[in-house]
């Protein structure tokens, strides 16, 4: 490892260490770390270096930088598939890195989403031109009649949840250590509360975890989610004076496959059919799998799947959205699929 390098590590340490535990004397790292001078500038690593009160003002920098890099592209030359290139590619990974470390709050996202809406419909300043479709439409998938622009709010939270996911399988990394001796010592990520004078990093990570819980899945019984289906995966079968604690106890140890008749008189129909179902892997411990992946491993795309679902869900009960089929009209597919240039497939969408 070359000096240089070595050099950007021991910063990129103290920065996660000051970020994380705002409340420890600087000094003191700097002299663990044999940091002869330090300046405490606005954003260091393109990250702020303090959070206050107002997170709006904070990040607005974000939004600045999509404004400026939106405000010179010449909209007279964009066809309306250029357009879509450029805001997925360009404007709606700007605030990537951002989001990655920190919660950007609803109401900045819903102001970046609607900045970029403006752009979408040739909406300049002075110039004020109507919104054929809502911002809840954008976002959708094309297969259902959308766009496919991100939901901002639930990209955020799906690179929240990376984060999460990082420290349950890498607890030995040194912002897991560091976090773990602030803000939950004695018990598991997963367990972990929200703390008096917390960091706003932290904080943000806590948003990452409540999605973990959403799409975890374990391979144990009664507390855990463990059953493959729907949105809850914990067994619906009440406990009552159920003894057994572990999925083990389930599995003959003489076949090695599921003691059907067992697994039977302990669940519910409902789940015993779920149970019976799942292969028997012996010699295995129990770990934390993604429900939403088919060999069980995290994507962020598959998270933010989960996030934007649930916002929906929300929106749904709230009445803020009709509820839609199931089922998708199948006109869209077709659409997108269509020979033809990408200009051509717009005009048809819009029509559509």
């Not at 054929?132 to 939270?157: Q, T, V």
């Not at 008749?261 to 789940?271: P, R, S, T």
Request: charged share 25%; glycine share 6%.
């Amino acid at each position: 490892m070359n000096i240089a390098r070595a050099k950007l590590l021991t910063r990129q340490n103290l920065w996660y260490c000051l970020v994380a535990t705002p409340t420890l004397n600087t000094s003191k790292w700097c002299v663990m770390l044999q940091v002869t001078k330090k300046t405490m500038s606005e954003r260091y690593l393109g990250l702020p270096v303090h959070v206050g009160k107002s997170k709006t003002a904070t990040f607005a920098y974000v939004k600045d930088r999509i404004w400026k890099r939106m405000q010179g592209w010449n909209e007279k030359f964009l066809s309306w598939a250029g357009k879509e290139i450029l805001i997925k590619a360009v404007a709606q990974a700007i605030p990537t890195f951002a989001m990655g470390c920190f919660d950007l709050t609803k109401a900045l996202c819903d102001q970046i989403s609607t900045m970029i809406c403006r752009f979408w419909w040739n909406q300049q300043e002075g110039k004020h031109k109507i919104h054929w479709l809502s911002r809840d439409r954008m976002i959708l998938p094309k297969k259902e009649g959308g766009l496919g622009f991100r939901d901002i709010h639930a990209f955020n939270l799906a690179m929240l949840v990376k984060q999460g996911w990082r420290l349950l399988h890498n607890p030995d990394s040194l912002c897991a250590r560091v976090l773990k001796a602030k803000y939950f010592a004695n018990t598991s990520v997963l367990d972990a509360k929200p703390k008096a004078n917390m960091s706003f990093t932290w904080r943000s990570i806590l948003r990452g975890l409540e999605v973990i819980q959403k799409g975890m899945i374990w391979r144990v019984i009664w507390r855990d989610p463990w059953l493959p289906r729907g949105i809850s995966r914990r067994p619906i079968t009440p406990r009552g004076t159920c003894l057994l604690s572990q999925v083990a106890k389930l599995i003959n140890p003489v076949t090695g496959e599921w003691d059907v008749q067992l697994v039977k008189e302990v669940f519910w129909e409902e789940d015993s059919a779920v149970i019976l179902a799942l292969p028997v892997h012996e010699g295995r411990e129990n770990f934390i799998a993604w429900h939403f992946d088919n060999h069980g491993r995290f994507s962020v795309r598959s998270s933010y799947k989960v996030c934007r679902d649930d916002i929906m869900r929300e929106r749904s009960r709230s009445g803020a959205q009709g509820s839609s089929s199931n089922e998708p009209d199948p006109i869209w597919k077709m659409i997108w699929q269509i020979k033809a240039p990408s200009k051509v497939k717009h005009f048809l969408w819009r029509v559509s």
